[in-house]
């Protein structure tokens, strides 16, 4: 059967750019883009789009039915910095989404599931480099719970009614395309821009702050690949470790003073700190590079190199 596929989230900063990788692969007609807010011109004018809160379970079945869904990329979320400032939204916003796609999966309105988890899951009491597949999970932020809880449900729709839901615990995201929105690993993405424009950057982390991180293309390729599966390889229903880089800000700093040599960084911390003090330095992946052949490609070099030209 054809697949047909909604995304919701598609404004986002993953949203946006898979919408666009999932309608190379399914043509454009076949993936459906809905947000709250109108997504980029690309993806508004590739196909369809609806406008569509993630809250709005009835919306959603609407949705799903009217455009005959099988899969569903639930991409809404509050990030860790913004549902440290709106705890109870970020939770009910993380929470009723989610419920809301797994039990159209459980209804058999549709196929098959993707919703990210995150390297938030972990908390200080987790081992803090090599982070195993499974561990000690006691995290410490609202999206942190949320994503911990929410894996917890998606295992358990898998186990107790079968449903075929899929995920990934992403580390700290870098892209140029769509912005990112008030996430702790933001500071990443705001060097680049900063060091571009004003060749100076104030990080609100410390330089010491290693976390993991990857370059947006590679993340689409998990996404996209986890979901092309068999259903038997994907052992792990709650969501994979998965990792390419490791770095903290001071040393990608360095990495772009080899393009510009006259950028300059100083760190005044903020509440984001104890956050990413709280996260792994480092993940252990090998599940998901065993279980369903996943591997990056982007090393540090290459992510500032791209980061760098696309920008300028
Ligand atoms: N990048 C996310 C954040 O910083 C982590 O999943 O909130």
């Not at 059967?1 to 898979?18: D, T």
């Not at 979320?77 to 549902?83: C, D, H, R, Y």
């Not at 900063?194 to 060749?199: D, F, I, N, S, V």
């Not at 100083?266 to 992946?285: H, L, N």
Request: with cysteine.
């Amino acid at each position: 059967m054809e697949k047909r596929i909604l995304i919701i989230g598609a404004s986002g900063q993953i949203g946006n750019e898979l919408t666009m990788y999932l309608r190379n692969m399914y043509s454009n007609k076949n993936v459906i883009a809905s947000d709250l807010r109108e997504a980029s011109s690309l993806v508004m004018e590739s196909g369809p789009f609806e406008i569509l809160d993630a809250m709005d379970a009835k919306a959603i079945e609407k949705t799903v039915l009217k455009h005959n869904i099988t899969d569903v990329y639930l991409m809404a979320a509050m990030l860790s910095a913004t549902a440290e400032k709106y705890p109870i939204k970020g939770w009910e916003l993380n929470m009723s989404s989610l419920f809301n796609v797994l039990n159209l999966a459980k209804d058999k309105k549709i196929e098959k599931v993707f919703w990210p988890s995150s390297i938030a899951v972990f908390g200080p009491t987790t081992p803090k480099t090599n982070t195993p597949q499974g561990t000690i999970m006691e995290p410490t932020t609202v999206y942190g719970i949320s994503k911990q809880t929410g894996e917890r449900w998606c295992e358990y729709y898998h186990k107790r009614y079968g449903v075929d839901v899929r995920s990934i615990r992403y580390p700290g995201l870098i892209s140029y395309k769509t912005p990112p929105g008030g996430g702790t690993t933001d500071y990443a993405i705001e060097i680049f821009h900063k060091a571009l424009k004003e060749k100076k950057y104030t990080c609100f982390l410390n330089a010491q702050t290693t976390l993991p991180m990857m370059f947006m293309d590679d993340a689409i390729h998990a996404t996209v690949n986890i979901m092309l599966a068999p259903s038997h390889k994907i052992k792990i229903r709650n969501a994979y470790n998965l990792a390419a880089l490791s770095f903290n800000p001071q040393e990608l700093a360095a990495n772009i003073q080899k393009h510009i040599p006259d950028f300059t960084i100083e760190y005044k911390p903020d509440f984001r700190q104890a956050i990413a003090d709280s996260w792994p330095a480092s993940i252990d992946d090998a599940t998901a590079r065993e279980d369903w052949g996943w591997e990056h490609r982007i090393d540090l070099d290459m992510m500032t190199k791209i980061m760098i030209d696309n920008l300028k």
